[in-house]
């Protein structure tokens, strides 16, 4: 089984109008958007809230594209199936949220989503090497997580080479999030990512009103990485 590596861009609705989220991921997918990111925030795993299966199952309907929810919370096994209830494709937990990783990507793959691990900038690339044939995409945090708008960690340039090397021919999708510009986009897709999380750097500049700032923003970025 292969995958198509040709780089996708994700925007994060971390990043957008928080009061017209359906109109803000029908703009995105119309200006150009591969994937449509969900921050999932619990304000214990990370120091912030965010969304939970409701807002999910609410712009379910305005998602053409891939819903890729990214679960910052901890425990995470009793909100599985509310989140693949909610519509979700892929459902991203972090090795770091519990004891039993393993068990969590069987349960998401037991609810009928795609699967994926995640890994915080001060965790190894070791730390998955027994999950890889459990998981669908590899997500490096390229910073800590909890919060939009921070500046890309450069140290998370190898991670992302290592894990690409782990993965050899398996069809998994290796994943950045945080920092994510023209400037950094690059580092991530040499080292061999193929997904690109970006939320300030897409969403800056537009609104549902004008949208068509975020497709010169996600330009800017595939530009970049010509």
Excluded at 73 to 82: K, T
Excluded at 175 to 195: M, R, S
């Amino acid at each position: 089984m292969s995958i198509d590596r040709s780089v996708k861009i994700a925007p994060s609705i971390l990043s957008a109008d928080f009061a017209d989220f359906g109109r803000e991921c029908e703009a995105i997918e119309a200006e150009g958007a591969d994937w449509v990111h969900v921050d999932v925030m619990d304000g214990h795993f990370v120091p912030n809230i965010t969304f939970g299966p409701q807002l999910c199952k609410a712009i379910r309907p305005h998602v053409k594209t891939v819903m890729d929810v990214h679960l910052m919370i901890a425990p995470v096994d009793p909100y599985i199936e509310a989140f693949a209830e909610a519509g979700a494709d892929i459902l991203t937990a972090h090795v770091e949220a519990g004891p039993h990783i393993h068990r969590t990507l069987q349960a998401i793959r037991g609810a009928g989503v795609m699967a994926g691990v995640a890994l915080n900038p001060g965790t190894p690339a070791g730390a998955i090497a027994p999950l890889l044939d459990m998981v669908d995409l590899v997500l490096v945090m390229t910073v800590n997580p909890g919060f939009g708008g921070q500046k890309f960690i450069e140290s998370q340039v190898a991670k992302v080479a290592e894990v690409r090397a782990m993965i050899g021919d398996r069809p998994i999708h290796i994943q950045v999030d945080g920092g994510v510009t023209p400037e950094t986009a690059p580092l991530a897709v040499n080292a061999g990512a193929d997904v690109m999380v970006a939320g300030s750097a897409v969403f800056k500049g537009g609104s549902v009103a004008n949208p068509a700032p975020y497709g010169q923003n996600m330009n800017a970025i595939r530009a970049a990485l010509a």
